[in-house]
Protein backbone atom coordinates (compact mmCIF):
# COMPACT_ATOMS: atom_id res chain seq x y z
CA UNK A 1 0.00 0.00 0.00
CA UNK A 2 3.00 2.22 0.92
CA UNK A 3 4.42 1.73 -2.18
CA UNK A 4 1.67 2.57 -3.85
CA UNK A 5 0.88 5.75 -2.27
CA UNK A 6 4.52 6.05 -3.27
CA UNK A 7 3.54 5.34 -7.10
CA UNK A 8 0.88 7.92 -7.33
CA UNK A 9 2.68 10.79 -5.50
CA UNK A 10 5.76 10.78 -8.07
CA UNK A 11 3.58 10.17 -11.20
CA UNK A 12 1.31 13.05 -10.10
CA UNK A 13 4.82 15.22 -9.36
CA UNK A 14 5.58 13.78 -13.38
CA UNK A 15 2.69 14.98 -15.12
CA UNK A 16 3.12 18.76 -13.66
CA UNK A 17 6.56 18.37 -14.46
CA UNK A 18 6.22 17.44 -17.86
CA UNK A 19 2.84 19.95 -17.87
CA UNK A 20 5.56 22.93 -16.83
CA UNK A 21 8.09 21.23 -19.23
CA UNK A 22 5.43 21.76 -22.43
CA UNK A 23 4.15 25.36 -21.52
CA UNK A 24 7.91 26.92 -21.10
CA UNK A 25 9.16 25.25 -23.96
CA UNK A 26 6.15 26.37 -25.84
CA UNK A 27 7.34 29.88 -24.74
CA UNK A 28 10.73 29.80 -25.25
CA UNK A 29 10.57 28.35 -28.87
CA UNK A 30 7.92 31.50 -29.53
CA UNK A 31 10.04 33.57 -28.92
CA UNK A 32 13.01 32.59 -30.78
CA UNK A 33 13.85 35.24 -33.64
CA UNK A 34 13.11 34.26 -36.61
CA UNK A 35 9.65 33.08 -38.47
CA UNK A 36 9.18 29.66 -39.75
CA UNK A 37 6.41 30.60 -42.19
CA UNK A 38 9.38 32.96 -43.83
CA UNK A 39 11.72 30.32 -44.09
CA UNK A 40 9.46 28.04 -45.27
CA UNK A 41 8.46 30.61 -48.12
CA UNK A 42 11.91 31.14 -48.58
CA UNK A 43 12.80 27.43 -49.70
CA UNK A 44 10.08 26.77 -51.73
CA UNK A 45 11.47 29.97 -53.70
CA UNK A 46 8.76 32.37 -52.84
CA UNK A 47 9.13 35.31 -50.58
CA UNK A 48 5.25 36.50 -51.55
CA UNK A 49 4.30 38.44 -48.64
CA UNK A 50 0.75 36.73 -49.09
CA UNK A 51 2.15 33.08 -49.47
CA UNK A 52 4.06 33.78 -46.37
CA UNK A 53 0.36 34.94 -44.59
CA UNK A 54 -0.53 31.92 -46.26
CA UNK A 55 1.14 29.86 -44.63
CA UNK A 56 1.05 31.52 -41.17
CA UNK A 57 -2.80 31.02 -41.13
CA UNK A 58 -2.07 26.94 -42.42
CA UNK A 59 -0.20 26.60 -39.62
CA UNK A 60 -2.12 28.48 -37.09
CA UNK A 61 0.84 31.02 -36.29
CA UNK A 62 -1.57 33.60 -37.20
CA UNK A 63 -3.57 32.80 -33.87
CA UNK A 64 -2.95 34.76 -30.55
CA UNK A 65 0.23 33.20 -28.32
CA UNK A 66 -2.73 31.76 -25.80
CA UNK A 67 -4.82 30.19 -28.18
CA UNK A 68 -1.76 28.67 -29.83
CA UNK A 69 -0.67 27.08 -26.67
CA UNK A 70 -4.52 25.84 -25.86
CA UNK A 71 -4.76 24.40 -28.78
CA UNK A 72 -1.47 22.42 -28.40
CA UNK A 73 -1.84 21.74 -24.99
CA UNK A 74 -5.22 19.59 -26.00
CA UNK A 75 -3.31 18.19 -29.22
CA UNK A 76 -0.96 16.61 -26.63
CA UNK A 77 -3.25 15.34 -24.32
CA UNK A 78 -4.49 13.48 -27.01
CA UNK A 79 -1.16 12.42 -28.64
CA UNK A 80 -1.58 14.70 -31.77
CA UNK A 81 1.39 16.85 -31.80
CA UNK A 82 0.94 18.17 -34.97
CA UNK A 83 2.63 18.28 -38.41
CA UNK A 84 6.31 18.82 -39.05
CA UNK A 85 6.73 22.38 -41.09
CA UNK A 86 9.46 20.74 -43.05
CA UNK A 87 8.51 17.06 -44.32
CA UNK A 88 4.05 17.83 -43.32
CA UNK A 89 4.43 14.46 -41.84
CA UNK A 90 2.84 13.69 -38.12
CA UNK A 91 5.52 14.99 -35.45
CA UNK A 92 4.43 12.03 -32.93
CA UNK A 93 5.07 9.53 -36.54
CA UNK A 94 8.46 11.31 -36.80
CA UNK A 95 9.40 11.07 -33.27
CA UNK A 96 8.43 7.37 -32.62
CA UNK A 97 10.32 6.53 -36.05
CA UNK A 98 13.55 7.42 -34.84
CA UNK A 99 13.36 6.71 -30.95
CA UNK A 100 14.65 2.97 -30.93
CA UNK A 101 18.02 4.33 -32.31
CA UNK A 102 18.04 6.40 -29.94
CA UNK A 103 17.23 4.13 -27.09
CA UNK A 104 19.73 1.38 -28.30
CA UNK A 105 22.28 4.13 -28.60
CA UNK A 106 21.54 5.18 -25.01
CA UNK A 107 21.20 1.20 -23.52
CA UNK A 108 24.74 0.40 -24.81
CA UNK A 109 25.86 3.80 -23.66
CA UNK A 110 24.42 3.50 -20.18
CA UNK A 111 25.60 -0.20 -19.83
CA UNK A 112 29.19 0.50 -20.72
CA UNK A 113 29.43 3.28 -18.58
CA UNK A 114 27.91 1.91 -15.74
CA UNK A 115 29.25 -1.50 -15.55
CA UNK A 116 33.07 -0.56 -16.70
CA UNK A 117 32.88 2.69 -14.73
CA UNK A 118 32.08 0.92 -10.93
CA UNK A 119 34.25 -2.03 -11.86
CA UNK A 120 37.22 0.40 -12.14
CA UNK A 121 36.07 2.33 -9.05
CA UNK A 122 35.97 -0.58 -6.68
CA UNK A 123 39.06 -1.96 -8.31
CA UNK A 124 41.11 1.76 -7.57
CA UNK A 125 39.33 2.05 -4.05
CA UNK A 126 40.75 -1.75 -3.28
CA UNK A 127 43.82 -0.73 -4.14
CA UNK A 128 43.93 2.14 -2.50
CA UNK A 129 42.59 0.65 1.05
CA UNK A 130 45.07 -2.06 0.67
CA UNK A 131 47.86 0.26 0.54
CA UNK A 132 49.20 -1.78 -2.55
CA UNK A 133 49.78 -1.52 -6.37
CA UNK A 134 48.71 2.39 -5.22
CA UNK A 135 50.18 2.84 -9.36
CA UNK A 136 47.33 0.92 -10.58
CA UNK A 137 44.62 3.42 -8.15
CA UNK A 138 46.86 6.56 -9.99
CA UNK A 139 46.43 5.23 -12.90
CA UNK A 140 42.82 4.83 -13.05
CA UNK A 141 42.12 8.05 -11.34
CA UNK A 142 44.28 9.95 -13.64
CA UNK A 143 42.73 8.19 -16.88
CA UNK A 144 39.66 8.89 -15.41
CA UNK A 145 39.97 12.87 -15.17
CA UNK A 146 41.61 12.73 -18.83
CA UNK A 147 38.40 11.16 -19.83
CA UNK A 148 36.11 13.43 -17.89
CA UNK A 149 38.15 16.84 -19.12
CA UNK A 150 38.46 15.61 -22.84
CA UNK A 151 35.37 17.32 -25.45
CA UNK A 152 32.93 15.18 -26.49
CA UNK A 153 32.97 15.95 -30.37
CA UNK A 154 37.13 15.91 -30.07
CA UNK A 155 37.00 12.15 -29.11
CA UNK A 156 34.31 11.66 -31.52
CA UNK A 157 36.50 13.10 -34.12
CA UNK A 158 39.81 11.25 -32.89
CA UNK A 159 37.90 8.23 -32.85
CA UNK A 160 36.67 8.58 -36.60
CA UNK A 161 40.46 9.25 -37.54
CA UNK A 162 42.09 6.45 -35.46
CA UNK A 163 39.90 3.39 -36.08
CA UNK A 164 37.92 4.49 -39.02
CA UNK A 165 40.22 6.24 -41.63
CA UNK A 166 43.95 5.23 -40.33
CA UNK A 167 42.91 1.33 -39.39
CA UNK A 168 39.48 0.89 -40.96
CA UNK A 169 38.32 -1.47 -38.10
CA UNK A 170 34.93 0.40 -38.02
CA UNK A 171 32.48 1.72 -39.87
CA UNK A 172 32.63 6.20 -39.04
CA UNK A 173 28.43 6.57 -39.57
CA UNK A 174 24.74 5.45 -39.88
CA UNK A 175 23.77 2.87 -38.04
CA UNK A 176 24.10 0.19 -40.87
CA UNK A 177 25.96 -0.28 -44.17
CA UNK A 178 23.71 1.63 -46.71
CA UNK A 179 21.93 -0.49 -49.48
CA UNK A 180 23.59 -4.07 -47.88
CA UNK A 181 20.26 -5.36 -47.46
CA UNK A 182 21.12 -7.88 -44.58
CA UNK A 183 19.20 -9.79 -42.39
CA UNK A 184 19.09 -11.86 -38.95
CA UNK A 185 22.59 -12.10 -37.59
CA UNK A 186 24.55 -10.54 -40.37
CA UNK A 187 22.37 -7.00 -39.66
CA UNK A 188 22.75 -7.29 -36.27
CA UNK A 189 26.26 -7.60 -36.35
CA UNK A 190 26.58 -4.48 -38.80
CA UNK A 191 24.70 -2.24 -36.64
CA UNK A 192 26.83 -3.66 -33.71
CA UNK A 193 29.79 -2.26 -35.69
CA UNK A 194 28.33 0.97 -36.17
CA UNK A 195 27.47 1.06 -32.20
CA UNK A 196 30.69 0.74 -31.10
CA UNK A 197 32.13 4.36 -32.01
CA UNK A 198 29.10 6.63 -30.76
CA UNK A 199 28.58 3.82 -27.90
CA UNK A 200 32.46 4.76 -26.36
CA UNK A 201 32.32 8.51 -27.67
CA UNK A 202 29.22 8.54 -25.30
CA UNK A 203 29.81 6.68 -22.52
CA UNK A 204 33.60 7.84 -21.60
CA UNK A 205 32.07 11.12 -19.87
CA UNK A 206 30.03 9.23 -17.61
CA UNK A 207 32.34 6.20 -17.15
CA UNK A 208 35.20 8.67 -15.75
CA UNK A 209 32.06 10.29 -13.04
CA UNK A 210 31.26 6.57 -12.10
CA UNK A 211 35.04 5.49 -11.53
CA UNK A 212 35.71 8.83 -9.67
CA UNK A 213 32.08 8.41 -7.53
CA UNK A 214 32.62 5.06 -6.71
CA UNK A 215 35.97 5.30 -5.70
CA UNK A 216 35.46 8.10 -3.33
CA UNK A 217 32.04 6.53 -1.67
CA UNK A 218 33.89 3.51 -1.31
CA UNK A 219 36.70 4.54 0.41
CA UNK A 220 34.10 6.53 2.72
CA UNK A 221 32.43 3.70 3.70
CA UNK A 222 35.30 1.21 4.20
CA UNK A 223 35.93 3.28 7.10
CA UNK A 224 33.10 3.19 9.09
CA UNK A 225 32.26 1.50 12.03
CA UNK A 226 30.52 -1.78 10.74
CA UNK A 227 32.45 -2.69 7.85
CA UNK A 228 35.58 -2.35 10.76
CA UNK A 229 33.53 -4.66 13.23
CA UNK A 230 32.98 -6.88 10.32
CA UNK A 231 36.55 -7.23 9.57
CA UNK A 232 37.17 -7.92 13.41
CA UNK A 233 34.86 -11.14 13.17
CA UNK A 234 36.92 -12.56 10.47
CA UNK A 235 34.78 -11.70 7.74
CA UNK A 236 36.60 -12.21 4.42
CA UNK A 237 38.05 -8.96 3.21
CA UNK A 238 35.99 -10.12 -0.63
CA UNK A 239 32.69 -10.96 1.35
CA UNK A 240 32.86 -7.38 3.42
CA UNK A 241 33.53 -5.74 0.04
CA UNK A 242 30.51 -7.01 -1.90
CA UNK A 243 28.17 -7.65 1.01
CA UNK A 244 28.78 -4.25 3.12
CA UNK A 245 30.70 -2.03 1.50
CA UNK A 246 29.49 -2.28 -2.20
CA UNK A 247 25.67 -2.03 -1.02
CA UNK A 248 25.79 1.06 0.82
CA UNK A 249 28.22 3.03 -2.16
CA UNK A 250 26.03 2.42 -4.63
CA UNK A 251 23.53 4.99 -3.47
CA UNK A 252 25.52 7.96 -5.12
CA UNK A 253 25.94 5.87 -7.97
CA UNK A 254 22.60 5.26 -8.48
CA UNK A 255 21.99 8.89 -8.30
CA UNK A 256 24.06 10.03 -10.63
CA UNK A 257 23.08 6.88 -13.02
CA UNK A 258 18.87 8.76 -13.30
CA UNK A 259 21.02 12.16 -13.71
CA UNK A 260 23.25 10.32 -16.56
CA UNK A 261 20.17 8.86 -18.12
CA UNK A 262 18.47 12.36 -18.16
CA UNK A 263 21.93 14.04 -19.55
CA UNK A 264 22.52 10.80 -22.41
CA UNK A 265 19.49 12.91 -24.20
CA UNK A 266 21.37 15.75 -24.51
CA UNK A 267 24.87 14.44 -24.99
CA UNK A 268 23.00 12.06 -27.73
CA UNK A 269 22.33 15.30 -30.03
CA UNK A 270 26.10 16.15 -30.56
CA UNK A 271 27.09 12.43 -30.75
CA UNK A 272 24.49 11.53 -33.12
CA UNK A 273 25.31 14.33 -35.60
CA UNK A 274 29.01 13.64 -35.83
CA UNK A 275 28.06 10.11 -36.37
CA UNK A 276 24.82 10.20 -38.35
CA UNK A 277 23.04 8.03 -36.03
CA UNK A 278 19.62 8.59 -37.56
CA UNK A 279 18.03 8.92 -33.72
CA UNK A 280 15.94 11.71 -32.30
CA UNK A 281 19.24 13.83 -31.19
CA UNK A 282 19.67 14.04 -34.86
CA UNK A 283 16.16 14.86 -35.76
CA UNK A 284 16.20 17.74 -32.95
CA UNK A 285 19.76 19.66 -34.51
CA UNK A 286 17.79 19.50 -38.09
CA UNK A 287 14.98 20.91 -36.89
CA UNK A 288 16.38 23.85 -35.17
CA UNK A 289 18.28 24.51 -38.19
CA UNK A 290 15.03 24.54 -40.15
CA UNK A 291 13.76 25.96 -37.36
CA UNK A 292 10.87 23.70 -37.11
CA UNK A 293 9.23 24.78 -33.65
CA UNK A 294 6.46 21.90 -34.17
CA UNK A 295 8.75 19.20 -34.14
CA UNK A 296 11.20 20.67 -31.33
CA UNK A 297 8.01 21.02 -29.41
CA UNK A 298 7.74 16.95 -29.62
CA UNK A 299 10.73 16.18 -29.31
CA UNK A 300 11.29 18.42 -26.59
CA UNK A 301 8.50 17.16 -24.76
CA UNK A 302 9.46 13.13 -25.57
CA UNK A 303 12.90 13.83 -23.86
CA UNK A 304 11.25 15.43 -20.97
CA UNK A 305 8.87 12.10 -19.87
CA UNK A 306 12.27 10.12 -20.83
CA UNK A 307 13.67 11.91 -18.07
CA UNK A 308 10.89 11.93 -16.09
CA UNK A 309 10.61 8.34 -16.72
CA UNK A 310 13.87 7.56 -15.90
CA UNK A 311 13.87 9.61 -12.31
CA UNK A 312 10.79 7.21 -11.43
CA UNK A 313 12.60 4.46 -12.18
CA UNK A 314 15.78 5.54 -9.94
CA UNK A 315 13.18 6.11 -7.04
CA UNK A 316 12.06 2.62 -7.21
CA UNK A 317 15.42 1.27 -7.64
CA UNK A 318 16.52 3.24 -4.44
CA UNK A 319 13.70 2.03 -2.33
CA UNK A 320 15.11 -1.44 -3.31
CA UNK A 321 18.49 -0.70 -2.59
CA UNK A 322 17.85 0.88 0.57
CA UNK A 323 14.19 0.13 2.12
CA UNK A 324 14.91 2.88 4.91
CA UNK A 325 14.29 5.72 2.32
CA UNK A 326 11.09 6.89 2.54
CA UNK A 327 8.71 7.68 -0.47
CA UNK A 328 8.54 11.49 -0.16
CA UNK A 329 10.85 11.96 2.29
CA UNK A 330 14.77 12.74 2.58
CA UNK A 331 16.07 10.41 0.28
CA UNK A 332 14.72 10.55 -3.45
CA UNK A 333 16.57 10.79 -6.19
CA UNK A 334 13.82 13.24 -8.31
Not at 137 to 147: F, R, V
Not at 235 to 253: K, Y
Request: contains cysteine; charged residues 15%; positive net charge.
Amino acid sequence: MRFLSFLASRLGKAILVVLGVVVINFFLIRLAPGDPAEVLAGQAGAGDPAFVQQLRQQFGLDQPLLVQLGIYLKGVATLDLGYSYRSQLPVLDLILERLPATFLLMACAFVFSLVLGVLLGVLAARVRYANKRRWLDSGIMTGALLLYATPLFWLSLMGILLFSVLLGWLPAFGMETVGANLQGWERAWDIAQHLVLPTVTLGCFFMAVYVRLTRASMLEVIGMDFVKTARAKGVPAGRVIRSHVLRNALLPVITFAGIQLGQMAGGAVLTETVFAWPGIGRLMFDALLQRDYQLLLGIFLATSIMVVVFNLITDMVYRWVDPRIAAGGHGGAA
